[in-house]
Nanobody
Framework: QVQLVESGGGLVQAGGSLRLSCAAS????????MGWFRQAPGKEREFVAR????????YYADSVKGRFTISRDNAKNTVYLQMGSLKPEDTAVYYC???????????????WGQGTQVTVSS
């Protein structure tokens, strides 16, 4: 089992920045590719970004490309999502996810965090 705990959410004005963190425990962190998803009110959960086990490969949804950056620190068992140029439509609950597969992490990860709320005001 892997336990994931997100932090760093909050209220920010449009155009601002925010950094989310996700601390993992339970299994060897570097065995897992990591990802971020989000779910806005009334919408389905959607993929945001993912990063490979060692951090050498990243992939983003078109809606956040160029504004968000995913990174990880395997020594700290933590994955980050640096969000910039935030827009009101980025408002959502953001979830951290983990999976051993670099493919499955973008569609149906095995492990999920509880989520952290991000609200972007206009």
């Amino acid at each position: 089992q892997v336990q994931l705990v997100e932090s760093g959410g909050g209220l920010v004005q449009a155009g601002g920045s925010l950094r989310l963190s996700c601390a993992a425990s339970g299994r060897t962190f570097s065995d897992f590719s990591m990802g971020w998803f989000r779910q806005a009110p009334g919408k389905e959960r959607e993929f945001v970004a993912r990063i490979s086990w060692g951090g050498g490969s990243t992939y983003y949804a078109d809606s956040v490309k160029g504004r968000f950056t995913i990174s990880r620190d395997n020594a700290k068992n933590t994955v980050y999502l640096q969000m910039g140029s935030l827009k009101p439509e980025d408002t959502a609950v953001y979830y951290c996810a983990a999976d051993t597969s670099l493919i499955t992490i973008t569609t149906r990860p095995s492990y999920w965090g509880q989520g952290t709320q991000v609200t972007v005001s206009s």
